[in-house]
T-cell receptor
Framework: AQSVAQPEDQVNVAEGNPLTVKCTYS??????LFWYVQYPNRGLQFLLK??????LVKGSYGFEAEFNKSQTSFHLKKPSALVSDSALYFC????????????FGAGTRLFVKA | EAGVTQFPSHSVIEKGQTVTLRCDPI?????LYWYRRVMGKEIKFLLH????????ESGMPNNRFLAERTGGTYSTLKVQPAELEDSGVYFC?????????????FGNGTRLTVT
């Protein structure tokens, strides 16, 4: 069965510092991994995805994510955090044996302090 | 292009009443998904339409929930009768293709409170 774990409910970081939001996953087949961001009272917005190829994926707003197959992880990173990055971040996965539904984690709230 | 639209944005109903949520996907998006998030928990899959057909309804919690997508355009999700545990935010999402690498486009959600 597919599952996603986001071990941190909240991540706090100072503006200008690097940030990491953690995600691990479990799938039966080949993973297709996504990160989404949710701002208050809005729907989720797609940030980036990993399909195959380079383990470091670049996405919107300067975010990137590192895929690690041996650790089954897909951590979201940004070299220099902005206050405007404060939001709720969701990691998600599909695999090629589980139909086309996307499985989401519980979300991690990122708080960037000025 | 216009995004995914959900109506209403908020709904407060009493236990035992009926509520119908509506989703208008992005024009041309054949794939439509319903999800639900209960406070602080993961976003749970409910079901997936391809055009007007239910592709996967494995996440529907019970027969009090009925989803339809007549004509393959907008979709409705009816809860009848509502129970307290049905409270949460219901998200609709759409995608043009059914590929594994297709990201989802989400609406702003409907916050349902059952009292």
């Amino acid at each position: 069965a597919q599952s996603v774990a986001q071990p941190e409910d909240q991540v706090n970081v100072a503006e200008g510092n690097p940030l990491t939001v953690k995600c691990t996953y479990s799938v039966s087949g080949n993973p297709y991994l996504f990160w989404y961001v949710q701002y208050p009272n809005r729907g989720l917005q797609f940030l980036l995805k990993y399909i195959t190829g380079d383990n470091l994926v670049k996405g919107s707003y300067g975010f990137e994510a590192e895929f690690n197959k041996s650790q089954t992880s897909f951590h979201l990173k940004k070299p220099s955090a902005l206050v405007s990055d404060s939001a709720l971040y969701f990691c998600a996965v599909r695999d090629d044996t589980g139909g086309f539904k996307t499985i989401f984690g519980a979300g991690t709230r990122l708080f960037v302090k000025a | 292009e216009a995004g995914v639209t959900q109506f209403p944005s908020h709904s407060v109903i009493e236990k035992g009443q009926t509520v119908t949520l509506r989703c208008d996907p992005i024009s041309g998006h054949d794939n439509l998904y319903w999800y639900r998030r209960v406070m602080g928990k993961e976003i749970k899959f409910l079901l997936h339409f391809v055009k007007e057909s239910k592709q996967d309804e494995s996440g529907m919690p019970n027969n009090r929930f009925l989803a339809e997508r007549t004509g393959g355009t907008y979709s409705t999700l009816k809860v009848q009768p509502a129970e307290l545990e049905d409270s949460g935010v219901y998200f609709c999402a759409s995608s043009r293709t059914q590929g594994y690498n297709s990201p989802l486009h989400f609406g702003n959600g409907t916050r349902l409170t059952v009292t």
